[in-house]
C-alpha cells in the first residue's frame, strides 16, 4: 500500500460524510498515473503554488494600487489569509483541508493589474465581456505550462470558478457540481478581503475609524477579533444544519454584508479610487491598443494556437500583468526614454 493509499484509507475513516474523499475524486480533463505520495488534492495545491501566476500575485492589487508601504495587502497576501480561513473552517467541520487549500491558493490566479479597478476596464474593452473568476479558470486550463494548462481536478477546477459573488448573494444554497469545500472557500474569501480591506484602509488615511458604522464593531473591536467571531460563526451554524451547506447566522451576514457595501461605497468605489481608476483605464486602454497593433511583441508568449486569436492573446497578456509590469510596459511604449550620450 502507497502512502497516497494510506492517506485516501485515513479521510475514509476520519473525514465528514458529506467530506470530498480524494479517492472519490472526478479525475482531470486529461488521465494522469496517481502518485505514490501525494493525493490528487496535494498535487493541484503544489502545481498552483509553484506555477508562474500565483508567484505573480504578489505584485498584484488588492485595493490600492501600486502600494509603496511595506504592510498593505496585495493580491498573494489576499490569496494566503483566505487559504488561513479556510482551512481553519475546513479542519473543524471535518472536510478535505487539501481540497479546500487548493481552491484557496488558486481561486485569484486571473486577477488582473490594478485590482478591479483593472477587471471593469477589459470587461469593457474585451468582446464578450472579463470576469476574474472565469479567468482564473482560464488560467489553470489553458495558460500556465506554455498552453497545456496545469490539469486540475473537476473538484478544484469548480471551486476556482465559482468563489466569487462580487456584490451578490454569498451564503447561497448548494449548486449541482460544487463541494462543501469550494463553499467554505466562497465564504472565506469575503470574510478575509471585508476585513483585511477595512485595516488597510484605515492605516492608509482613506477611512477614519470613528466614521465605521457602530454596529461592525459588535462583531469585534480588532482586526483579528471580528475574524475569529465570524470564522466561529460559520463552524457552528454549518455544523448545526449538519452540513447541507456553509453558513453564518443571519446576524453576522447581515453584518457582513453591511460592511462589504460600506467598503463598496466608501473604499473601492470612493472618491480616491475613482481618480486611480482613471489612471489606471489610460494605461490599460493604452497598452491594449498598442498590442493590438503589434501583437508580434508577445506572440511569443503564448502558443500557434493562441497567436491566431489576437484579441483573446491581448487581453490573456495583459490580465496576467503584474502592477508593476504594466507600469514598465506603459513607461517604455509611452514615454520619451532618455539619451544614453557618451
Given at each position: 500500500?502507497?502512502?497516497?493509499?494510506?492517506?485516501?484509507?485515513?479521510?475514509?475513516q476520519?473525514?465528514?460524510?458529506?467530506?470530498?474523499?480524494?479517492?472519490?475524486?472526478?479525475?482531470?480533463?486529461?488521465?494522469?498515473?496517481?502518485?505514490?505520495?501525494?493525493?490528487?488534492?496535494?498535487r493541484?495545491?503544489?502545481?498552483?503554488?509553484?506555477?508562474?501566476?500565483?508567484?505573480?500575485?504578489?505584485?498584484?492589487?488588492?485595493?490600492?494600487?501600486?502600494?509603496?508601504?511595506?504592510?498593505?495587502?496585495?493580491?498573494?497576501?489576499?490569496?494566503?489569509?483566505?487559504?488561513?480561513?479556510?482551512?481553519?473552517?475546513?479542519?473543524?467541520?471535518?472536510?478535505?483541508?487539501?481540497?479546500?487549500?487548493?481552491?484557496?491558493?488558486?481561486?485569484?490566479?486571473?486577477?488582473?493589474?490594478?485590482?478591479?479597478?483593472?477587471?471593469?476596464?477589459?470587461?469593457?474593452?474585451?468582446?464578450?465581456?472579463?470576469?476574474?473568476?472565469?479567468?482564473?479558470?482560464?488560467?489553470?486550463?489553458?495558460?500556465?505550462?506554455?498552453?497545456?494548462?496545469?490539469?486540475?481536478?473537476?473538484e478544484?477546477?469548480?471551486?476556482?470558478?465559482?468563489?466569487?459573488?462580487?456584490?451578490?448573494?454569498?451564503?447561497?444554497?448548494?449548486?449541482?457540481?460544487e463541494?462543501?469545500?469550494?463553499q467554505?472557500?466562497?465564504?472565506?474569501?469575503?470574510?478575509?478581503?471585508v476585513?483585511?480591506?477595512?485595516?488597510?484602509?484605515?492605516?492608509?488615511g482613506?477611512?477614519?475609524?470613528?466614521?465605521?458604522?457602530s454596529?461592525?464593531?459588535?462583531?469585534?473591536?480588532?482586526?483579528?477579533?471580528?475574524?475569529?467571531?465570524?470564522?466561529?460563526?460559520?463552524?457552528?451554524?454549518?455544523?448545526?444544519?449538519?452540513?447541507?451547506?456553509?453558513?453564518?447566522?443571519?446576524?453576522?451576514?447581515?453584518?457582513?454584508?453591511?460592511?462589504?457595501?460600506?467598503?463598496?461605497?466608501?473604499?473601492?468605489?470612493?472618491?480616491?479610487?475613482?481618480?486611480?481608476?482613471?489612471?489606471?483605464?489610460?494605461?490599460?486602454?493604452?497598452?491594449?491598443?498598442?498590442?493590438?497593433?503589434?501583437?508580434?511583441?508577445?506572440?511569443?508568449?503564448?502558443?500557434?494556437?493562441?497567436?491566431?486569436?489576437?484579441?483573446?492573446?491581448?487581453?490573456?497578456?495583459?490580465?496576467?500583468?503584474?502592477?508593476?509590469?504594466?507600469?514598465?510596459?506603459?513607461?517604455?511604449?509611452?514615454?520619451?526614454?532618455?539619451?544614453?550620450?557618451?
Amino acid at each position: 500500500m502507497t502512502i497516497r493509499e494510506q492517506t485516501e484509507g485515513i479521510e475514509r475513516q476520519t473525514l465528514h460524510p458529506r467530506a470530498c474523499l480524494s479517492s472519490k475524486s472526478k479525475g482531470r480533463k486529461r488521465k494522469e498515473k496517481e502518485d505514490s505520495i501525494r493525493t490528487c488534492f496535494q498535487r493541484d495545491r503544489d502545481r498552483i503554488i509553484h506555477s508562474k501566476s500565483f508567484r505573480r500575485l504578489k505584485h498584484k492589487t488588492q485595493v490600492f494600487l501600486a502600494p509603496k508601504g511595506d504592510h498593505y495587502r496585495t493580491r498573494l497576501t489576499h490569496t494566503l489569509e483566505v487559504s488561513q480561513i479556510a482551512r481553519t473552517i475546513a479542519r473543524a467541520l471535518r472536510l478535505n483541508e487539501d481540497l479546500t487549500e487548493a481552491i484557496a491558493l488558486g481561486h485569484d490566479l486571473g486577477h488582473t493589474p490594478f485590482g478591479h479597478a483593472g477587471e471593469d476596464i477589459l470587461r469593457e474593452i474585451y468582446p464578450g465581456g472579463f470576469e476574474h473568476y472565469k479567468q482564473s479558470l482560464r488560467v489553470v486550463d489553458s495558460l500556465e505550462r506554455k498552453g497545456h494548462g496545469l490539469n486540475l481536478t473537476l473538484e478544484v477546477r469548480n471551486g476556482i470558478v465559482s468563489h466569487s459573488k462580487g456584490k451578490g448573494e454569498i451564503f447561497t444554497s448548494r449548486k449541482k457540481n460544487e463541494t462543501l469545500e469550494g463553499q467554505i472557500v466562497r465564504i472565506s474569501d469575503i470574510i478575509a478581503y471585508v476585513n483585511h480591506d477595512l485595516d488597510d484602509a484605515i492605516r492608509a488615511g482613506v477611512l477614519k475609524r470613528s466614521a465605521i458604522p457602530s454596529h461592525i464593531f459588535k462583531v469585534g473591536e480588532t482586526h483579528s477579533k471580528r475574524i475569529d467571531t465570524m470564522v466561529k460563526d460559520v463552524i457552528s451554524c454549518s455544523s448545526t444544519m449538519d452540513l447541507q451547506k456553509i453558513t453564518m447566522s443571519k446576524k453576522l451576514q447581515k453584518i457582513t454584508y453591511a460592511l462589504r457595501d460600506f467598503l463598496y461605497e466608501n473604499v473601492y468605489e470612493g472618491e480616491l479610487s475613482k481618480r486611480e481608476f482613471k489612471k489606471a483605464r489610460k494605461i490599460l486602454l493604452d497598452l491594449y491598443d498598442h498590442y493590438m497593433e503589434n501583437p508580434e511583441e508577445i506572440s511569443r508568449e503564448f502558443s500557434k494556437e493562441m497567436s491566431d486569436k489576437k484579441q483573446r492573446m491581448v487581453c490573456d497578456f495583459i490580465a496576467g500583468m503584474t502592477d508593476s509590469y504594466a507600469l514598465a510596459m506603459y513607461e517604455q511604449n509611452f514615454l520619451p526614454q532618455p539619451w544614453i550620450v557618451l
